[in-house]
């Protein structure tokens, strides 16, 4: 069993700063990939950023320059995501992703977090 875990929303005016947190635990073999999308209210979700094994990022053009990802060295299970100059269309709920191999397990799998909701607002 794997859970993701985030935290870190909240409400920030337009030029703010906002930093989330997503920790992987359980029955973990390998994380393939650890990254965020977000879903604003009557649209999709949105790819904002993943990291690979690697080290590799793929951010979204509308994040770039703004956005940063990282990760703890030692266990690789948490990542965070410093999110700066924010702006009203960045408000949604973002959700931590991961794609893992379990313990035991011959496949990977996706995970989710539960959400937390970011608004950038004056």
């Known amino acids: 069993q794997v859970q993701l875990v985030e935290s870190g929303g909240g409400l920030v005016q337009p030029g703010g700063s906002l930093r989330l947190s997503c920790v992987a635990s359980?029955?973990?073999?390998?994380?393939?990939?650890m990254g965020w999308y977000r879903q604003a209210p009557g649209k999709q979700r949105e790819l904002v950023v993943v990291?690979?094994?690697?080290?590799?990022?793929?951010y979204a053009d509308s994040v770039k320059g703004r956005f940063f990802i990282s990760r703890t060295n030692a266990a690789k299970n948490t990542v965070f995501l410093q999110m700066n100059s924010l702006k009203p269309e960045d408000t949604a709920v973002y959700y931590c992703?991961?794609?893992?191999?379990?313990?035991?397990?011959?496949?990977?799998?996706?995970?989710w977090g539960q959400g937390t909701q970011v608004t950038v607002s004056s």
């Open positions: 990291l690979n094994s690697g080290g590799g990022t793929n």
């Open positions: 359980g029955s973990i073999n390998r994380i393939n990939t």
């Open positions: 992703n991961a794609n893992i191999l379990g313990s035991g397990s011959d496949y990977s799998t996706n995970y």
